[in-house]
């Protein structure tokens, strides 16, 4: 199976402020990459896919980037709707896998 | 407007076997590239996949879980089904589906449902 590794497992930001989450897998995935947000008590929305395209409706300070092993989530100024969980996910082989996920949280 | 909703039935025992249902509306899976996946997520932890089937009834298990699950459908009636056999306490999660969608050849989960939480305790 495909490990992803995610970090950090927790995050704490201030409104406005730009952050990244990073994804790293153990092997080459070639961009299948997707990235999910998760808030308390409900079903993960897709945010990205194919490492670096917004899903529609998606806010623009939302994107992806990366390659090979490694991608990574920015969020280019916190909004207080961004707290949540996020999830990354790979789709390259089966089993699809996720990782651990971090917890994002404002100031 | 793509929707899903998973049903289930709440609590059972160790050894029984977990039957979910997931009605859909917005698409059907007699449709080419459509497909229905099942995760489930333990409360306080992560994501795990656990099954695929597809408009072409090609299907997709999560090997961890050995021969445990059946994924089917039931195009007419737009809904996906996961049987889950010899439940113990570690199935206790919540269970969703999604519909697995297709750009640029690129496989997602882009619509979930809003989960169903299914308790395995004697």
């Known amino acids: 199976d495909i490990q992803m590794t995610q970090s950090p497992a927790s995050l704490s930001a201030s409104l406005g402020e730009t952050i990244s989450i990073e994804c790293l897998a153990s092997e080459g995935i070639s961009s299948y990459l997707a990235w999910y947000q998760q808030k308390p008590g409900k079903s993960p929305q897709l945010l990205i896919y194919?490492?670096?395209s917004l899903q529609a409706g998606v806010p623009s300070r939302f994107s992806g980037s990366g390659s090979g092993t490694q991608y990574s989530l920015k969020i280019s100024s916190m909004q207080p709707e961004d707290e949540g969980d996020y999830f990354c996910?790979?789709?390259?082989?089966?089993?699809?896998?996720f990782g651990a996920g971090t917890k994002l949280e404002l100031k | 407007q793509v929707t899903l909703k998973e049903s289930g039935p709440g609590i059972l025992q160790p050894s029984q076997t977990l039957s979910l249902t997931c009605t859909f509306s917005?698409?059907?899976?007699?449709?080419?590239?459509?497909?229905v996946g099942w995760i489930r997520q333990p409360s306080g932890k992560g994501l795990e996949w656990l099954a695929n089937i597809w408009w072409d009834d090609d299907k997709y298990y999560n090997p961890s879980l050995k021969n445990r699950l059946t994924i089917s459908k039931d195009t007419s009636n737009n809904q996906a089904f996961l049987k889950i056999t010899n439940v113990d306490t570690a199935d206790t999660a919540t269970y969703y589906c999604a519909r697995i969608g297709t750009i640029a050849a690129i496989l997602l989960f882009d619509y979930w449902g809003q989960g169903v939480m299914v308790t395995v305790s004697s």
């Open positions: 194919g490492a670096n």
């Open positions: 996910q790979q789709s390259y082989k089966f089993p699809y896998t």
């Open positions: 917005g698409f059907s899976l007699s449709t080419y590239g459509m497909g």
